[in-house]
C-alpha cells in the first residue's frame, strides 16, 4: 500500500488498540513488547512480529512507544540506541514534563526525532476521529506523519517544546484523578446512607454538567486577577466545605478527601481571604504550602 511502515513497542492495553487500529487501517505493522504472548493475537490479524527492539526500530522509520512510563522507555531502547538514527519517535507513554523533554534530548543526541504524545482516552477511543491525542516536538516531524497518526485519534499539536503534550495531559489529569476521587467519596456517602451508585447517578451527573460553567466563568476573573466576593465568598465556602466534612464523618466513611478540602479552605482564610471569592485560593495553590 501507499501508507507508510508503522512499529509499535509496547503491548498493553493501549498499544494493543494503536497496533490494532493501524491493521484496521491498512498499515504494514511491526510488534514488540517485553512479554512476546501480548503479540500473539496482533500477528494472527497480520502484523509482523520483531524478533528483537532493534529490529522493531529498524523495520519502520515511524516507531510509536506505548510504555508504562519513560523509564521503561529507557531501559527498554537503551541498549538498542543505535538504532534510532533517523527514527521518528512517537512517545505515547505518559510521564512528567521534564522526563518527556530529556526523553527528547536522549533521542536526538542518538539522531533520532521525538515526537511526544498524551493520549485523552482509554484504549476504547483508540481508532476514533473524534478522541484526541495531544503531541508535542519538531513540528515538521508532526505535520510529516500526522496522517499517520489520525490513524489512532485526532491530534492536537501543542508547540516544539517536547513537554507541552504531557504538560496538557497532566492538566487534564490532576482534574480527572480529583474529580473522580469526588465521585467516589459521594458514592461512599451515599452508600452509607443504603443508596447504590445507579441511585445517586442523575443527580452526580447533573453536577458534573454543571461544571464548565463555573469554569468559564472563574477563568475570565481569575485572568484579570479579579477574586472579589461579589458572586461567593470564602467565608461562605469555608461553613459550607465543613458541613461537607461533618456529614461524610458522621455516616463513617473516609474523610481524607473532604479534610484535605477543608484544610485549603483554613489557609485561605488564615491569609485574609475570608470575604474574597473562593477562586482566591488559586493564589494559594501557586506556591507550595510554607
Ligand atoms: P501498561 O502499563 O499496561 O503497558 C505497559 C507496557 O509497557 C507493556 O507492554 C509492558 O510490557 C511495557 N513495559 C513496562 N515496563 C517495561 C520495562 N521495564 N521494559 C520493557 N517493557 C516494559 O499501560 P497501557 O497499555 O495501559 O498504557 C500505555 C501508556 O499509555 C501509559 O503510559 C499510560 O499512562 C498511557 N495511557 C493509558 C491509558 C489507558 O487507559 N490505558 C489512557 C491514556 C494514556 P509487558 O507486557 O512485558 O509487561
Redo the contacts with the bound molecule.
Keep these: 500500500s501507499s501508507k507508510q511502515p508503522v512499529t509499535v513497542i509496547?503491548?498493553?492495553?493501549?498499544?494493543?488498540a494503536m497496533a490494532r487500529a493501524f491493521l484496521d487501517k491498512g498499515y504494514r505493522v511491526t510488534v514488540w513488547?517485553?512479554?512476546a504472548s501480548?503479540a500473539d493475537a496482533l500477528v494472527e490479524q497480520g502484523a509482523v512480529r520483531a524478533g528483537s527492539v532493534e529490529e522493531a526500530l529498524a523495520a519502520s522509520e515511524l516507531v510509536v512507544l506505548?510504555?508504562?512510563?519513560y523509564?521503561?522507555v529507557h531501559?527498554?531502547l537503551e541498549p538498542a540506541a543505535r538504532a534510532l538514527t533517523g527514527r521518528v519517535l512517537v512517545n505515547?507513554?505518559?510521564?512528567t514534563p521534564e522526563k518527556t523533554r530529556a526523553g527528547a534530548r536522549w533521542v536526538a543526541e542518538h539522531g533520532g526525532v521525538q515526537l511526544s504524545g498524551?493520549?485523552?482516552?482509554?484504549?476504547s477511543g483508540i481508532g476514533n476521529p473524534k478522541s484526541y491525542t495531544f503531541y508535542s516536538g519538531p513540528r515538521s516531524a508532526f505535520e510529516a506523519h500526522r496522517p499517520t497518526l489520525e490513524a489512532l485519534t485526532g491530534t492536537d499539536y501543542r508547540g516544539e517544546d517536547p513537554g507541552l503534550a504531557a504538560l496538557f495531559?497532566q492538566i487534564g489529569m490532576v482534574m480527572f484523578w480529583t474529580s473522580m476521587l469526588s465521585y467516589w467519596q459521594a458514592i461512599a456517602l451515599a452508600d452509607a446512607n443504603g443508596l447504590t451508585a445507579a441511585d445517586v447517578l442523575p443527580h452526580a451527573t447533573e453536577t458534573m454538567a454543571t461544571m464548565p460553567n463555573f469554569l468559564s466563568f472563574y477563568a475570565q476573573r481569575i485572568d484579570a486577577g479579579e477574586h472579589g466576593g461579589d458572586v461567593d465568598r470564602l467565608a461562605m465556602g469555608m461553613a459550607s466545605v465543613e458541613h461537607v466534612l461533618h456529614t461524610n464523618a458522621d455516616a463513617g466513611v473516609d474523610t481524607a478527601l473532604p479534610a484535605a478540602v477543608v484544610e485549603l479552605f483554613r489557609r485561605g482564610m488564615k491569609a485574609g481571604h475570608a470575604a474574597d471569592s473562593f477562586s482566591s485560593l488559586v493564589e494559594l495553590m501557586k506556591k507550595p504550602a510554607a
Excluded at 505515547?92 to 510521564?95: E, F, V
Aim: proline fraction near 10%; aromatic fraction near 4%.
Design positions: 509496547g503491548l498493553g492495553p493501549m498499544g494493543q513488547n517485553r512479554t501480548r506505548s510504555l508504562t512510563d523509564d521503561a531501559s527498554l505515547l507513554s505518559s510521564d498524551g493520549v485523552t482516552v482509554p484504549p495531559y
